[in-house]
């Protein structure tokens, strides 16, 4: 096995393992919860990638083609959520946004799995991954990821701007562990992708590394015992 796929396969381990290590610190803590599922469903994300790269069969990649995208849509959720509750809520979103906010990646999640929503295409050819993607339908997952994204960012930013003291450290550790992250991550598996251009896609579990590992040290375990 290519050690690429071997560090892949660890590092989406790693994000699993510090997901449920987060989520079981408090298990009633919204941003605890959202925190854990963030990581959870960034490894198993990172898990397909890898496998899209293993897979020496067409089956085995459609399978792992299938996985990376039901994965992949649920990370901005998570996100944005996460944002809205850690380490407190600034305002109160009405329950019917709330509502809107989890349902459009879950209505995505159903049209792509009823394969209503095409999003990419990959086949082995005498051995040779060829990748291609569905530019409409795949123009709508990029404008709901990076539009949750930047969502979660400019409600992180109004809560630094907003606080002093304890919760302004906190804000800001998280920022620094994910601006770099998701603006790499959205480049090469998001932006680049759409342009047809999959040379750098097996790269973005990499970054996802720095992401959860250092916001999960400096906002679960650093700041907590300061």
């Excluded at 709330?98 to 990959?122: C, D, H, M, R, Y």
């Excluded at 970054?207 to 015992?225: D, P, S």
Aim: some cysteine; proline content about 3%.
């Amino acid at each position: 096995m290519d050690i690429k796929i071997i560090s892949i396969l660890i590092i989406a381990l790693l994000n699993i393992f510090l997901g449920l290590w987060v989520y079981n610190r408090n298990r009633q803590n919204l941003a605890n919860i959202n925190y854990g599922a963030l990581c959870v469903s960034g490894g198993l994300w990172a898990i397909a990638i890898g496998l899209i790269y293993f897979a020496d069969n067409n089956q085995l990649l459609q399978y792992a083609l299938k996985g990376t995208y039901i994965f992949a849509l649920l990370p901005p959720l998570f996100y944005l959520l996460f944002a809205y509750y850690y380490p407190y809520k600034l305002w109160n979103y009405h329950p019917l946004l709330l509502k809107i906010i989890i349902a459009i990646p879950l209505i995505l999640e159903i049209l792509f799995i009823s394969g209503v929503l095409n999003l990419q295409t990959a086949v082995l050819v005498n051995g040779v991954l060829k990748q291609d993607v569905f530019f409409k339908d795949f123009l709508i997952f990029t404008i709901y990821f990076l539009g949750y994204i930047v969502w979660a960012l400019v409600v992180l930013f109004k809560k630094f701007n907003h606080d002093i003291g304890l919760y302004k450290i906190r804000v800001k550790y998280l920022l620094i562990a994910t601006i770099s992250t998701f603006i790499i991550i959205g480049v090469t598996s998001i932006i680049l992708p759409l342009l047809n251009n999959f040379t750098y896609d097996n790269l973005g579990p990499f970054f996802i590394l720095i992401h959860f590992v250092v916001a999960g040290y400096l906002l679960f375990y650093k700041v907590k015992n300061n």
